[in-house]
């Protein structure tokens, strides 16, 4: 069965500083996509960054990046530079057959 | 250019009533997704419609259905309310990539529904 694990439920750091969060996944596709979502408190999922699995230049988005390991089905997001409208949940998830399957998220606090 | 839009923001039913959620996809999106949020869970995926027709669907009963209509719009339908189906409920549009299924989905504000 198709799964996304991230270990960490929840972190917390000092604004500026940077934070990884980890995400590993178990499929059998050899061509996928993979991406972060956040989740503010206003509940709205915004897409972070998007993946694509056949790329091994690991994707950026201004202070967003990821460190994607295709062989170890790992998939972590890095925030450089976090700022306190970072503060929501990440959810990592990846598609297969039409459906973002989703980890269950780690939900990150900006302290000031 | 309009994003996902999602109508009502928050419904409350009580069990056995039976609900419709509505969702308007980004403009030149073809695509609609719905997925069931638990508090403090990932979502869950429901079902998908292209073209009128659901393309693939989750591990939900028949008592959650859905409608995709010409203009790409779309409803989600439950019948016979249980307690459980009290979440956020989400709708996601995309457009199919060249080449594969693989599609980015956007994500509207979601619809908070309460079963009491």
């Known amino acids: 069965a198709q799964t996304v694990t991230q270990s960490q439920p929840e972190m917390s750091v000092q604004e500026a500083e940077t934070v990884t969060l980890s995400c590993t996944y178990d499929t059998s596709e050899n061509n996928y996509y993979l991406f972060w979502y956040k989740q503010p408190p206003s509940r709205q999922m915004i897409l972070v960054i998007r993946?694509?699995?056949?790329k091994q230049q690991n994707a950026t988005e201004n202070r967003f990046s990821v460190n994607f390991q295709k062989a170890a089905k790992s998939f972590s997001l890095k925030i450089s530079d976090s700022q306190l409208g970072d503060t929501a949940m990440y959810f990592c998830?990846?598609?297969?057959?039409?459906?973002?399957?989703w980890g269950a998220g780690t939900k990150l606090i900006i302290k000031p | 250019d309009a994003g996902v839009t999602q109508s009502p923001t928050h419904l409350i039913k009580t069990r056995g009533q039976q609900v419709t959620l509505r969702c308007s996809p980004k403009?030149?999106?073809?695509?609609v997704s719905w997925y069931q949020q638990a508090l403090g869970q990932g979502p869950q995926f429901i079902f998908q419609y292209y073209e009128e027709e659901e393309r693939q669907r989750g591990n939900f009963p028949d008592r959650f259905s859905g409608h995709q209509f010409p203009n790409y719009s779309s409803e989600l339908n439950v019948n016979a309310l249980l307690l459980g189906d009290s979440a956020l409920y989400l709708c996601?549009?995309?457009?199919?990539?060249?080449?594969?299924?693989?599609?980015?989905?956007?994500f509207g504000p979601g619809t908070r529904l309460l079963v009491l």
């Open positions: 996601a549009s995309s457009f199919p990539l060249s080449g594969g299924p693989q599609e980015t989905q956007y």
């Open positions: 993946q694509e699995a056949y």
């Open positions: 403009s030149g999106h073809d695509t």
């Open positions: 998830a990846f598609i297969e057959n039409y459906q973002l399957i």
